[in-house]
Nanobody, 119 residues
Framework: QLQASGGGLVQPGGSLRLSCAASGSIFIINSMGWYRQAPGKKRELVARVLGNGATNYADSVKGRFTISRDNAKNTGYLFMNSLKSEDTADYYC???????????????WGQGTLVTVSS
């Protein structure tokens, strides 16, 4: 399972760090990512990091957000800087997890963590 944390209220221009800890039967985590969903909008990909370290970001967060992962801790992070009001949303972590070498990766979602950017 995935446990997300780190959301909260921050002023425009501020920073937050989200964490996503994976637990359970884990052989390897193929990818970890963050999605967000604002009220009345579709869930969208914010950032993703693959097992080889490759990353991709939504255009709206490039240069402001950084995704990383600590494989030893099975934990992913999203560092959010220069936050804007339009970043306000529920943020969900996502991971594709392989539980054993002979199996297939399964997709998991964490619970949402609310990020509110407001003065």
């Amino acid at each position: 399972q995935l446990q997300a944390s780190g959301g909260g209220l921050v002023q425009p221009g501020g920073s937050l760090r989200l964490s996503c800890a994976a637990s359970g039967s884990i052989f390897i985590i193929n990818s970890m990512g963050w999605y967000r969903q604002a009220p009345g909008k579709k869930r969208e990909l914010v950032a993703r990091v693959l097992g080889n370290g490759a990353t991709n970001y939504a255009d709206s967060v490039k240069g402001r957000f950084t995704i990383s992962r600590d494989n030893a801790k099975n934990t992913g992070y999203l560092f959010m800087n220069s936050l804007k009001s339009e970043d306000t949303a529920d943020y969900y972590c996502n991971a594709w997890v392989l539980s054993n070498p002979g199996g297939f990766p399964l997709e998991y979602w964490g619970q949402g963590t609310l990020v509110t950017v407001s003065s």
